[in-house]
């Protein structure tokens, strides 16, 4: 198995994860956003991380437009509706079903990381 | 406006399929690529050059002899550069991003606090509330649909826009509380912002026209008798109002447009319109033309 990124076929893509660090405000508890991170980078599993969804909202960031067209993606972040919003804020609307949004500043750092990899580790363990 | 380009982009590339370089420390080196504003990806590993998309990306790894391409390189497009982290601690490596960052000319990660309004359109009735009330130009109007237009115009911290909104539909994701940071939108919430909407009615249709207005009374007052305490006391007093009904921060009250800009503002806003009713005379539009009352003037 090669050991970085190569030209090569590739297997079917599982769920797309995304966490939001919201690093630029003290929103969500430091405990829930370091316990979801540290889970998922241990759990071996392929995810994106980014530093603030709101920044990259504002930014109107392209990467936005690309998770958007993702086939399945989970999402840990905030509320939901702040969420969604903020995608269609950059002409990224998440128009695609299923989209999961697991949300930090109420829910526990287990229960996020649950619905984060339900079903993921399987699928990423047999690509 | 913010600068559009995309900062660095960190790819985390896998050895073996299940560990990353570093192994016990990839947590703690997301982490800190995370808080110094970079975008991480832990990438799978059979991922291909192609899947990297989204601008420059700089990959950390453990590549051993072989290289999986030039140090520094072009793959579909975008710029890629590559870096051998095996045995570097997190500060060593953190250090080699920076070094790669100042490479690129890309602009730096953070400094600024995202705080801008974000509009709900499934509440939106666009009402055009929140583009008249707010004096730094966040709103603007697009294909006559209220946008947030410059995001970086909002003041830090302060949500007074969605608490004039009626129909709770604007957000600030960072706000303290709901409705306003995204929570569900319940009954009493739309009862409790209609009471703010009355305030701010009771105050005279508008908070800073109301505050416009003391400030007049206050100067007049001063003027007749010459008491320049009671006008500031007057001043406060509004401005605590302000503070305690829509939770605006010092800072922003602090930094309210003069009577002069206010004034420039609603003579640029009087002009837009008046090219809109022109362009609405010479152009076949079905659509009535605009009115001041639709432009809040």
């Known amino acids: 198995m090669p050991d970085h990124p190569t030209r090569g076929p590739v297997t079917p893509q599982p769920a797309k994860i995304l966490y939001c660090r919201c690093a630029y405000a003290k929103v969500i508890a430091p405990d829930v956003k370091d316990e979801v991170l540290e889970r998922l980078t241990r759990s071996g599993v392929a995810f994106e991380a980014v530093p603030d969804l709101c920044e990259m909202s504002a930014r109107r960031d392209p ?5 958007a067209a993702e086939d399945e993606i989970r999402i ?24 999961e949004i697991l949300n930090m500043r109420v829910d526990g750092a287990g229960t996020v990381v649950e619905g984060l990899l339900e079903g993921v580790s399987k699928a990423e363990e047999s690509s | ?43 799978r590993s059979d ?54 960052q100042a490479e690129t000319e890309l602009p730096d990660p953070g400094g600024w606090k995202p705080w801008f309004p974000v509009i709900d359109y499934n509440r939106c009735t666009n009402c055009m509330q929140c583009l008249s009330f707010c004096l730094f130009d966040v709103y603007g109007v697009h294909e006559d649909k209220i946008q947030v237009q410059h995001e970086s115009n909002c003041k830090t911290d302060c949500p007074a826009c969605s608490r004039v909104c009626p129909e ?18 319940r009954q009493e919430d739309i009862q409790r912002e209609a009471m703010k909407v009355d305030i701010s009615a009771l105050l005279g249709g508008d908070l800073y026209g109301s505050l416009r207005k003391r400030q007049t009374e206050a ?49 640029r806003a009087k002009a837009k319109l008046a090219a809109r009713q022109e362009r609405s005379r010479t152009v076949k539009d079905s659509r009535p033309a605009p009115t001041e009352d639709d432009w809040g003037i």
């Open chain 2, 168 to 185: 709770v539909a604007i957000l600030f994701p960072k706000y303290k509380s709901g409705p306003i940071n995204g929570d569900v939108v």
């Open chain 2, 219 to 267: 100067r007049q007052r001063f003027s007749t008798e010459r008491d320049e305490s009671r006008a500031l006391l007057e001043r406060k007093k509004c401005l605590r109002k302000l503070k305690k009904d829509f939770d605006i921060p010092d800072e922003v009250l602090m930094s309210l447009p003069s009577a002069g800009d206010i004034q420039e503002r609603a003579e």
């Open chain 1, 76 to 99: 840990a972040a905030c509320y939901p509706r702040a969420v969604k919003w903020l995608f269609s804020a950059a002409q990224a609307p998440l128009t695609k079903d299923p989209v």
């Open chain 2, 1 to 43: 406006m913010i600068a559009p380009k995309s900062p660095l982009r960190i790819g985390l590339c896998r050895n073996g399929g299940r560990s990353l370089p570093g192994d016990d420390r990839h947590y703690d080196l997301a982490r800190s690529l995370l808080d110094k504003g970079y975008a991480v990806s832990v990438l």
């Open chain 1, 63 to 67: 990467a936005l437009k690309r998770l």
């Open chain 2, 47 to 100: 991922s291909r050059v192609e899947d990297l998309q989204d601008g420059a990306w700089l990959l950390l790894g453990h590549f051993g002899r072989e290289k999986p391409l030039p140090a520094s390189g072009n793959g579909n497009g975008h710029e890629l550069h590559f870096r051998d982290i095996e045995g570097l601690e997190t500060s060593q490596i953190l250090k080699t991003v920076e070094e790669v």
